[in-house]
């Protein structure tokens, strides 16, 4: 039998409203890793933040994590990192970038491996701290207190200075960072910073070339404007039904069903024959 590399994101794809993982989709992951397929979380979330689902799924296998940033493999017990691969920024041109755009900044946060820094953890969204006995929180100036390698950033712009802040951006000096921006909120604009290595496709084909694992026997799953990049990247890009418009007119095929309806593996089942 081929062997499969199935890369899929969390939340609205994998995860149902409920934030589970539904049971049928449990036992046939389980199945598939039995038959030798690999079957990648694939997130945005950082480790701390996504290890009880690859916990709930009772596999063993390695995650990618924020946004293609780090690969991560646990020990059993999922209790501690073992092993990583990073895709990091630059220490020094993510400090200068930091200078050069605080200003224009309502809050700003920093991602490394096992540290989490933060201006100002009362402007901070909540969704962006996962809190850990495995990460370490800062509330400090990153741009003079960042000592660890960081592997992305979410920057809260205000929006006044939404165009300054993309002028920045576009400087020579930091033309290996990508971002993604987020729409808006209370009129501030969430920008997400990372190295152009650094994506979702990249990491899941790291991880395809590592278990040999052909390209045409690549499958992805996600809903977001961070998930094209696997979505691309793999033989089966596929958009779940319940994405935006835009995502799905990219993708090579929609599921079809949605998140809380078994949508990965329904589709899983019509490429991987028994």
């Known amino acids: 039998m081929e062997k499969y ?4 994101d969390l939340d609205d794809t994998l995860l149902t409203d409920e934030k589970i993982i539904t049971k049928e989709t449990i036992d046939y992951v389980q199945k598939l890793e039995k038959e030798g397929h690999h079957f990648i979380i694939n997130t945005g979330r950082p480790h701390q933040g996504a290890i009880q689902f690859l916990k709930m799924l009772g596999i063993h296998e390695p995650m990618i994590v924020n946004n293609g940033g780090a690969i991560v493999y646990f ?12 895709f990091p920024i630059g220490i020094k041109t993510f400090i200068a970038f930091h200078k ?7 809050c700003g946060t920093t991602t490394s491996l096992f540290d989490f820094y ?20 800062h509330e400090c100036d990153i741009s003079t207190h960042l000592n660890t390698i960081p592997i992305s950033g979410e920057f809260d712009v205000k929006k006044e200075f939404e165009n300054e ?11 290996n960072l990508q971002v993604t921006r987020w729409g808006s909120y209370d009129d501030i604009v969430p920008y997400d910073i990372s190295s152009k290595r650094a994506s979702k496709g990249n990491a899941m084909l790291y991880l395809a070339k590592k278990y040999h694992v052909k390209k045409e026997n690549t499958i992805s799953f996600g809903d977001q404007l961070n998930d094209l990049s696997m979505i691309n990247a793999a ?15 990219k993708a090579k095929y929609i599921s079809e ?6 949508g990965v593996i329904e589709f899983i089942k019509k490429i991987i024959k028994e």
Do not use: C
């Open 5 to 8: 590399l199935i890369s899929v």
């Open 75 to 86: 020990d059993n017990n999922y209790e501690k990192v073992v092993n990583y691969h990073l």
């Open 100 to 106: 050069r755009v605080k200003p224009y900044l309502h």
């Open 118 to 137: 933060s201006y100002d953890f009362n402007k901070t969204p909540f969704w962006v701290i996962h809190k850990s006995n495995d990460v370490k929180l």
């Open 165 to 175: 802040f993309e002028k920045v951006l576009k400087q020579k000096r930091f033309q």
């Open 235 to 249: 033989r089966y890009g596929v958009a779940m039904i319940n994405s935006r418009d835009v995502i799905k007119e």
């Open 257 to 262: 069903f949605d998140f809380n309806n078994n």
